[in-house]
């Protein structure tokens, strides 16, 4: 497990900014977090070489985009054998509608977040893909209704 970085006062207002506002200039962040626009170069520039922070992105709309059926789909795997494990992980890489994997206790191996237009795209992938991975024994699907909540700011 990776060790935590310290993180002072003004790091934390800098971080706390970036997440709301990851394309803010260096000027106005300067601004609102009460530092000079150079000191918030080079801690933005240490927390990068920290790998506090990753690269800047822009959050898209599903919606918008024609990929608003958003289903999480909990995995059981035939076998626990560390290449099948491999194997089915390099396989949910190579699928862009898979956002999130995650490796998981209990009786589920994986829970994967998919992204698609509509039940018929899903449907493809479940039994065309997933279902038929040489690991997978079986999986249940659950299609989110409505997002009550969604962040990718972490708490602070």
Known sequence: MM????????????????????DISHAALAEEVGASSASCWRRIKALEEAGVLGPTVRLLDPDRIGRGLNVFCQVRMKTHDPAARRDFERFVQRHEEVLECYSMSGEW??????????VKDYEQLLMQAILTHEAVANSSSHFALKSVKYTTELPL
């Open 3 to 22: 060790s935590s970085v310290h993180l002072d006062a003004v790091d934390r207002k800098i971080l706390k900014v970036l997440q709301q506002r990851g």
């Open 109 to 118: 191996d994986y829970l994967i977040r998919v992204v698609v237009k509509d």
